[in-house]
């Protein structure tokens, strides 16, 4: 079979270094037994110690030519391949299926990082943890605190729902073709269900959205059609603030003060 030419359209950037491989499969610590989804395997540069570490193993790949090297190289009972787009995956059901909570380890396309984040947060219950290679940019995004430039939706969103530890920065050479951009190896750990507090979490998606979708505005102009400045005030908050001013918790306070 020819060699594989990495596509731009998919995001492709395949992971060539060992040692960094060796440092991933060592933060998973995997068991034979575990439920372990791999988003995006590409060449297999994390699939194969994988393989040789799990009973089963999970990948989903869109890549209709890697679909069809992976079914080829491992027989069904070892590996089973879901050929689609990580985005519309349900993991789920695949959760349910097997009454057990998944483990998603992946080199996430750059491009559809932020998108897929969101759509694996919404998996949280059935997910025990998750492992991933992201842009630098986005796990600091991911980290940062209330006051910080880098502080956002994607912030307040994800330490809403996960425990979020960045684990070792990936230079451009450990990845063929190369990015142009650092990469950083971090972990997400589900929070327990009784620690999500808001009463409507579609209702505090949507005022975060809001806050953040203007962000450069103050508060009782980018959430005016939630609330008005003496509400905001009775709850702490400044009307004058900015989005990235308030914490997770003021976020949920005032969601929770609308329901």
């Given at each position: 079979m020819?060699?594989?030419?990495?596509?731009?359209?998919?995001?492709?950037?395949?992971?060539?270094?060992?040692?960094?491989?060796?440092d991933?499969?060592?933060e998973?610590?995997?068991?034979?037994?575990d439920?372990?989804?791999?988003?995006?395997p590409?060449?297999?540069?994390l699939?194969?110690?994988?393989?040789r570490?799990l009973?089963?193993?999970?990948?989903?790949?869109?890549?209709?030519?890697i679909?069809?090297?992976?079914?080829?190289?491992?027989?069904?009972d070892?590996?089973t391949?879901?050929?689609?787009?990580?985005?519309n995956?349900d993991f789920?059901?695949?959760?349910?299926?097997?009454?057990?909570?998944?483990?998603?380890?992946?080199?996430?396309?750059?491009?559809?990082?932020?998108?897929?984040?969101?759509?694996?947060?919404?998996?949280?219950?059935c997910?025990r943890?998750?492992?991933?290679?992201?842009?630098?940019?986005?796990?600091?995004?991911?980290?940062?605190d209330?006051?910080?430039?880098?502080?956002?939706?994607?912030?307040?969103?994800?330490?809403?729902?996960f425990?979020?530890?960045?684990?070792?920065e990936?230079?451009p050479?450990?990845?063929s073709?190369?990015p142009?951009?650092?990469?950083?190896?971090?972990?997400?750990?589900p929070?327990?269900?009784?620690?999500l507090?808001?009463?409507d979490?579609?209702?505090?998606?949507?005022?975060?959205?809001?806050a953040?979708?203007?962000?450069?505005?103050?508060?009782r102009?980018?959430?005016?059609?939630l609330v008005?400045d003496g509400?905001?005030?009775?709850?702490g908050?400044?009307?004058?603030?900015?989005?990235?001013e308030l914490s997770?918790?003021?976020?949920?306070?005032?969601?929770?003060?609308?329901?």
């Open positions: 020819s060699a594989h030419v990495a596509r731009k359209r998919f995001g492709q950037n395949f992971l060539v270094d060992q040692q960094v491989v060796a991933i499969v060592a998973l610590a995997v068991q034979r037994a439920l372990l989804v791999e988003i995006g590409g060449l297999g540069a699939t194969e110690p994988l393989l570490r009973d089963h193993l999970h990948v989903v790949e869109i890549d209709r030519d679909v069809a090297r992976l079914q080829q190289r491992h027989p069904a070892r590996l391949v879901h050929a689609g787009d990580a985005l995956f789920g059901t695949l959760a349910g299926a097997t009454g057990r909570r998944l483990r998603v380890v992946g080199n996430l396309p750059y491009n559809i990082s932020t998108p897929l984040l969101f759509h694996l947060a919404s998996f949280g219950r997910v943890d998750m492992h991933f290679m992201l842009q630098r940019e986005v796990v600091e995004r991911m980290v940062a209330p006051g910080s430039g880098d502080f956002g939706r994607l912030s307040v969103m994800l330490q809403y729902r425990v979020i530890e960045p684990l070792f990936v230079p050479e450990a990845f073709p190369a142009r951009v650092h990469s950083a190896m971090v972990r997400l750990i929070r327990p269900p009784e620690e507090s808001a009463a979490e579609k209702g505090f998606a949507t005022l975060v959205s809001l953040f979708g203007q962000r450069r505005k103050m508060l102009n980018s959430l005016r059609s008005d509400q905001l005030a009775a709850l908050v400044s009307p004058t603030a900015r989005a990235e997770v918790a003021d976020y949920l306070r005032l969601a929770n003060s609308l329901k």
